[in-house]
């Protein structure tokens, strides 16, 4: 496996949330690392048995294995890996992961080649509107990564691997093969980057976590129509609760209002007025 060095690379970014562990359901604990949010789904008061969903920033491996230790005892690995999608701050550890405890990495199809080395994201936009974070995404990196034969694509019927009452659901837009993960039972929603619970391109607003809803990061979103059209299709789900790639968790009646508002207005609230990747959707 090659990483193109990516674990060593360091984002001189945080909030004041990095590092503390949320309840969010009785099986689904959420873990800010530095800008970004990584989900943990096991019960550790019924079982042992757990899944990740997504790997974090560069240089956080450790912090998410003494996590795991914490939640699910010793030398107790996922039963797998799940990725909404591969931009470097879902995957910025994912290759010690896997390395550590040796399990299969699941992502949807049009992922596969930033994920087996064939290909590399586009550039961030640090031409967007937005704060200083989007100005900063020009040292983002932006390089594929290759898992090998580690990483396999999500069933087309829909299922998640070794979550047996989850489905995933392609939210395109922030990138092509970005997915949701949906529970009907209690509705709960794990959205990736289809939209987020901050102002990620504000530099106060990702160091303060101030809640707000918003749509994909616009710095690293190359398709504000597909992105829309993900948007929409979430809001119809009407989650009761949702963990999003960066911001704090979102439930009740404040998820419904403002996930309804956000599908609504999306091109007022999300779109930016300007961005090289704005013209293409």
């Known amino acids: 496996m090659d990483d193109h060095n990516l674990s060593q690379k360091f984002i001189p970014v945080t909030s004041v949330t990095s590092g503390d562990v949320q309840s969010v359901t009785s099986d689904i604990y959420c873990l800010p690392i530095q800008i970004v949010n990584i989900c943990y789904i096991g019960d550790p008061a019924k079982s042992s048995d757990w899944v990740l969903v997504d790997a974090g920033m560069p240089r956080s491996a450790d912090e998410i294995i003494g996590t795991a230790r914490k939640l699910y005892g010793e030398s107790v690995p996922p039963k797998a890996i799940i990725l909404t999608h591969g931009h470097f701050d879902h995957v910025g550890a994912l290759v010690e992961l896997v390395e550590h405890w040796n399990v299969p990495v699941y992502a949807h199809e049009l992922e596969m080649p930033y994920l087996t080395g064939k290909k590399n994201y586009p550039q961030p936009d640090s031409t967007v509107e937005g704060g200083m974070v989007a100005k900063m995404s020009g040292l983002f990196p932006n390089e594929g990564i290759d898992l090998g034969t580690h990483v396999r694509t ?34 709960a929603l794990i959205a990736g980057d289809a939209f987020v619970t ?83 959707g």
């Open 198 to 280: 901050v102002k990620q391109e504000s530099l106060y607003k990702v160091i303060t976590q101030e809640k707000e809803i918003s749509g994909p990061p616009r710095y690293l979103t190359t398709d504000w129509k597909a992105a829309k059209t993900s948007v929409e299709k979430l809001a119809d789900l009407k989650p009761s609760v949702a963990v999003t790639g960066h911001g704090l968790p979102m439930s009740g009646r404040e998820l419904a209002d403002n996930l309804t508002m956000l599908a609504r207005e999306f091109d007022t609230i999300a779109k930016p007025d300007y961005g090289k990747y704005v013209q293409q």
């Open 154 to 187: 999500l069933p087309a019927d829909g299922s998640v691997p070794e979550l047996p009452d989850w489905k995933w659901i392609h939210t395109p837009g922030h990138s092509e093969g970005q997915v949701s993960l949906f529970r009907e039972s209690d509705r």
